[in-house]
């Protein structure tokens, strides 16, 4: 089964406002990422947080990390109309392969 | 920077059909390549992925296959082709510096009829 499990599948909101998706893994990690992937597109790495950091920024995003309830959270500060993708999380093991989530899809309307 | 290449972009194909997609890499060397597909509105599940010239590693059971011919090229294949295999199917590639991020194509959608 997939490693990771992004919480809410979907979600809309209007341009200015934050967005927070969440990310729940299973098993213990060695970084955890987060990509995005607008429609029809090949996925875009954002941001990668090792396993013993809680808090990385890159931008306008902010992504926590907390090993001890095994979960992520992506923020998105200042949304504009062109955060619109969907945003998958994947978690990084001892081995060359990532393990994607669901994802969740982002909205944002103008 | 590395750059990939996949094609076709958009491929449809009868049931039973073979299959080739092809992966090719620029702008790095010896990289880890992936395939994944992804059906509509899911994630990503990998498929195959390959550390090197020959060596294909299979991470589900199914009618597909993998090759990587050459350093830079990865192909993915199938004699038959199922109503199942439709989907997105990506390429990426992880660099031999930086295993742990990873870069996509832009995907090839594949229809089954």
């Known amino acids: 089964s997939q490693q990771g499990e992004e919480d809410p599948q979907a979600l809309s909101i209007q341009e200015g406002e934050n967005a927070t998706m969440n990310c729940s893994y299973k098993t213990s990690i060695n970084n955890l990422q987060w990509y995005r992937q607008n429609s029809g597109r090949g996925l875009v790495h954002l941001i990668l947080i090792r396993s013993n950091e809680r808090e990385k920024h890159s931008g306008r995003l902010r992504v926590t990390l907390d090993t001890s309830k095994k979960s992520s959270s992506l923020l998105i500060t200042a949304s504009r109309a062109a955060d619109t993708a969907s945003y998958f999380c994947?978690?990084?093991?001892?081995?060359?392969?990532?393990?994607f989530g669901t994802g969740t899809r982002l909205q944002v309307f103008p | 920077s590395q750059t990939i290449h996949q094609w076709p972009a958009t491929l449809v194909q009868p049931v039973g059909s073979p299959l080739s997609l092809e992966c090719t890499v620029e702008g790095t060397s010896n990289p880890n390549l992936y395939w994944y597909r992804q059906a509509a509105g899911r994630g990503l599940q990998l498929l195959f992925y390959?550390?090197?010239?020959?060596?294909i590693s299979s991470e589900v059971p199914q009618n597909l296959s993998a090759s990587r011919p050459q350093d830079r090229q990865f192909i993915l294949s199938s004699k038959k082709l199922l109503l199942s295999d439709s989907g997105f199917y990506l390429c990426a590639l992880s660099r031999g510096w930086d295993q742990e991020t990873q870069y996509f194509g832009p995907g090839t959608r594949l229809l089954v009829l």
């Open positions: 994947a978690t990084a093991h001892n081995t060359d392969k990532l393990i």
């Open positions: 390959s550390v090197g010239i020959g060596q």
